[in-house]
């Protein structure tokens, strides 16, 4: 895969957050939690993953779009991309 370093950093740091936040759902699970604290992190994990997913997805497509739309930025990308989600 061919990724700018510089855009992916903060993908991921977002990839490593979620691994902590994953490490403490399954600390959770392991301590006999309540079913929404583990429910309610476990959704942040899944939408931090989603949004790296879409992070990625909007620097490879960047490339494309720009040939169409040069003014318009990775965040105006990323979020035009969300809104389909």
């Known amino acids: 895969m061919d990724?700018?370093?510089?855009?992916?950093?903060?993908?991921l740091n977002r990839l490593r957050r979620a691994q902590g936040q994953l490490?403490?759902?399954?600390?959770?699970?392991?301590?006999g939690q309540d079913c929404t604290s583990v429910v309610t992190q476990l959704a942040a994990v899944s939408s931090a993953l989603d949004r790296a997913g879409f992070a990625i997805?909007?620097?490879t497509l960047e490339k494309c779009v720009k040939?169409?739309?040069p003014e318009l930025d990775k965040?105006?990308?990323?979020?035009l991309f969300l809104s389909l989600a």
Not at 3 to 11: A, E, I, S
Not at 23 to 31: G, K, L
Not at 75 to 79: D, F, R, S, T
């Open 3 to 11: 990724l700018d370093p510089t855009d992916m950093k903060p993908v």
């Open 57 to 59: 997805i909007a620097s």
């Open 67 to 69: 040939q169409d739309d």
């Open 23 to 31: 490490t403490a759902v399954i600390r959770m699970i392991d301590e």
């Open 75 to 79: 965040a105006q990308l990323e979020k």
